[in-house]
């Protein structure tokens, strides 16, 4: 039963949600697309994601709720917000330094199982000049059209804002088009070496990172378009904002180790 008591404080109590005990369902996915990578059926991985899916956007639904339509997101619950939100960025840059340190622990040191070369013998490199290069452009397009984006809505240009925002999501499509052609067209796979395996973990958890940043901003592109933003009140569209710069910084090391310097 609900309590009629009314907290005296400018903080959100979140109510009781299934959301967080379902959102384990996660585990199934993952445990299940690893089993399907091994050869195992696909229905199995299909379910755990579909229900991943589900789960998400029910959450994400209830959270817009809060924020737009009963007024839970203060000035005190927006600045928790966003620490929170750049304690996770953080975190999320020591996940890619991993990465990073993997790549050049094996290539400034290249053992004799690689040939003692770098790139390893046998491995003939993606051009970075080629579908990395075009990639580059675009990331760093879509940075400066989100940020027209961000400008046009503290301005109150809604129209120029959406308009902004819409290219925004449609560069970061083409991005994860062009990486998945690159993938496909790769003369290596991520059981050839050393290289393959960081060469495809550090990009590939990128391309992730891509995807979860578009879906982010199309979510930002929706509630824009049914006016839940305003000049001053925009904590979730901040946080995309945040996340996708995240992602065009971590792509500039990624192209200039991975692709240019590693692949020379």
């Not at 997101?73 to 750049?86: M, S």
């Not at 996340?243 to 971590?250: E, I, L, N, R």
Request: glycine share 6%; aromatic share 16%; hydrophobic share 50%.
């Amino acid at each position: 039963m609900k309590s009629n008591f009314q907290h005296q404080h400018p903080f959100h109590m979140v109510d009781r949600s299934p959301w967080p005990i379902f959102s384990s369902c996660r585990g199934v996915a993952h445990n299940s697309l690893i089993c399907w990578f091994q050869g195992d059926n696909i229905l199995t991985a299909l379910t755990g994601i579909v229900t991943l899916t589900l789960v998400t956007t029910l959450w994400w639904r209830d959270v817009v709720r809060e924020a737009t339509f009963l007024g839970m997101h203060t000035t005190n619950v927006t600045t928790g917000l966003k620490i929170g939100f750049l304690l996770f960025i953080v975190s999320e840059i020591m996940f890619f330094l991993s990465f990073f340190w993997a790549f050049f622990h094996s290539a400034l040191t290249p053992t004799a199982e690689i040939g003692m070369s770098w790139p390893p013998s046998g491995i003939n490199p993606i051009n970075p000049w080629s579908v990395p290069l075009l990639n580059t452009a675009i990331l760093l397009s879509s940075g400066a059209s989100l940020t027209w984006s961000h400008h046009a809505l503290r301005d109150k240009e809604g129209n120029d804002a959406l308009n902004a925002l819409i290219i925004t999501v449609l560069l970061g499509v083409w991005f994860t088009s062009l990486q998945a052609y690159e993938y496909w067209e790769a003369p290596f796979s991520i059981a050839d070496s050393v290289y393959g395996s960081t060469f495809f973990v550090a990009t590939g958890f990128h391309g992730l990172h891509v995807i979860i940043g578009t879906t982010f901003l199309l979510i930002c592109l929706i509630r824009l378009s049914n006016a839940h933003f305003s000049n001053n009140h925009h904590v979730g569209f901040e946080c995309a904002i945040w996340y996708w710069h995240f992602v065009d910084v971590v792509w500039i090391f990624l192209f200039i180790c991975i692709y240019w310097w590693g692949g020379s």
